[in-house]
Each structure stands twice: as C-alpha cells, then as structure tokens.
C-alpha cells in the first residue's frame, strides 16, 4: 500500500513539472509569436515599398522617353530626375532588408504609358497615395517595431514624395497653360535621402540628411 501511495505521489508531481514546462514553454511561443509577426509587418512593408519604388523608378524612366518624343523637354528631365530619386528609395529600403538578415530583389510592376498629361496625373495620383497611405501607415507600424532605421529610410521617402507631389502638379499646371518651357529644365538629387530640388531651389546641403551640394546627381 505504502508503496503504491509512494508511485501514485511520484507520478502527481511529475505531472505538475510536465504541466508547468507545457505551460512555460507555450507562452515562450506566444511571445515569440508576437515578435515575429511584428518584425515581419515592417520587413513586408520594406518589401511592399522597394517594389514600389523599383516600379516608379522603371516607369517614370519611361515618361520621361515619352515626354521627350512630345516635345516636353522639361518635364523629361523632371521625370529622369524622379526616376533616380525613386531608385535611391528602393535602394535605401533594401539596406535595411539586408540589415535585417533578408535578401530581397524587387521586380517592377507592370504599367502603362500614356499621353505626358495623363503621365503626370498618374505619378501625381501615385505619389499622393504614398503619402497619405502607404508610408504614413508603414512610418507607424515601423514606429511600433521600434525599427528606427526603418522609420528612417520610410521618413526620407515620404519628404521626398510630397516635393514630387509639387513638381508634378506644377508640370500638369504648365502644360494646361502651355507654358511648359516656364519650368525648370535642370534638376539635382541627393545620393542618400533621394530629395529632389531643382535649379531654382537647390541648397548648399541637403534639407533633409544634411548632404553637401557637391555630391548631388545632377540631371541636365
């Protein structure tokens, strides 16, 4: 009897270590869970966004070609302008990809080419879209992943679009009132934050990143 008590006495407490290690280690999966969904929500906008910025960088590269064979001269340089601006994002996104132990290689999207108007209202139409939605939430979630470099290479991005936000709407302006030679024919880019000036408001350093003027891509 004493040792059937002694084994049943055994057995309960091995249950209890087995339950307490089950129990230990599920919430050491639940927390790692959770990490890993909240790295993984900023890696897929790192993604989501080189791809992005591939796809503008491809595309308004073919603007420009088309803004050049309509005679746009301006608006060309404009466009091969944002082209460079653009692969410098996607580039500066993909570092921090790297930085996070992920290989990635983005490919453009498809898209279309129309006429240069309908070309500047759709590079408008998209830049808007990445302010106001796509790095705005992606800033946020960065923010929350507490992945400063992240915020960073998004922060750079989305100062960048609002400055193209401007240019464009001003070409879409100039070419209503056919006064597209009233815009500025040449451009500069910053090789580290992608800010795009042109001639009329260039700065000796970069607005944002601090970048002398010496280092610029100049587009003329």
Same mark, same amino acid.
């Given at each position: 009897?004493?040792?059937n008590?002694?084994i049943y006495s055994?057995a309960?407490?091995?249950?209890?270590?087995?339950?307490?290690?089950?129990?230990?280690k599920k919430?050491?999966?639940k927390?790692?869970?959770?990490?890993t969904?909240?790295?993984?929500?900023?890696?897929?906008?790192?993604k989501d966004a080189s791809v992005g910025e591939t796809?503008?960088? @491809?595309k =308004? $590269?073919? !603007?420009? *070609?088309? /803004?050049k064979e309509?005679?746009y001269l301006s608006?060309?340089?404009? #466009?091969?302008?944002t082209?460079?601006?653009?692969?410098i994002?996607?580039q500066?996104?993909l570092?921090?990809?790297?930085?996070?132990?992920?290989?990635?290689e983005?490919k453009?999207?498809?898209?279309s080419i129309?006429?240069t108007?309908?070309?500047?209202?759709a590079?408008?139409e998209?830049?808007?879209y990445?302010?106001e @939605?796509? =790095? $705005?939430? !992606?800033? *946020?979630? /960065?923010?929350?992943?507490?992945?400063d470099?992240?915020?960073?290479? #998004?922060?750079?991005a989305?100062d960048?679009e609002k400055k193209h936000?401007?240019?464009?709407q001003?070409?879409i302006?100039?070419?209503?009132?056919?006064?597209?030679k009233?815009l500025?024919a040449e451009y500069y880019?910053?090789?580290k934050c992608?800010?795009?000036?042109d001639k009329?408001d260039?700065?000796?350093?970069c607005?944002?990143?601090g970048?002398s003027k010496e *280092?610029f891509?100049?587009?003329e």
């Amino acid at each position: 009897m004493k040792k059937n008590l002694l084994i049943y006495s055994m057995a309960v407490v091995v249950a209890l270590v087995f339950a307490s290690c089950g129990g230990s280690k599920k919430n050491d999966n639940k927390n790692n869970t959770d990490s890993t969904q909240q790295e993984s929500a900023t890696i897929k906008n790192l993604k989501d966004a080189s791809v992005g910025e591939t796809t503008a960088s @491809t595309k =308004y $590269a073919e !603007f420009a *070609k088309k /803004a050049k064979e309509e005679g746009y001269l301006s608006i060309a340089k404009m #466009f091969e302008a944002t082209s460079k601006s653009e692969s410098i994002h996607a580039q500066n996104h993909l570092k921090v990809l790297e930085g996070l132990g992920v290989t990635f290689e983005p490919k453009a999207d498809t898209f279309s080419i129309g006429t240069t108007l309908e070309n500047l209202t759709a590079a408008l139409e998209g830049e808007t879209y990445e302010v106001e @939605t796509m =790095y $705005a939430d !992606f800033i *946020k979630q /960065a923010e929350v992943d507490k992945e400063d470099k992240a915020v960073q290479t #998004f922060t750079y991005a989305i100062d960048t679009e609002k400055k193209h936000i401007k240019l464009y709407q001003s070409a879409i302006d100039a070419v209503n009132a056919d006064k597209e030679k009233s815009l500025a024919a040449e451009y500069y880019v910053c090789p580290k934050c992608g800010f795009t000036y042109d001639k009329n408001d260039v700065k000796e350093n970069c607005e944002l990143c601090g970048t002398s003027k010496e *280092k610029f891509y100049v587009i003329e």
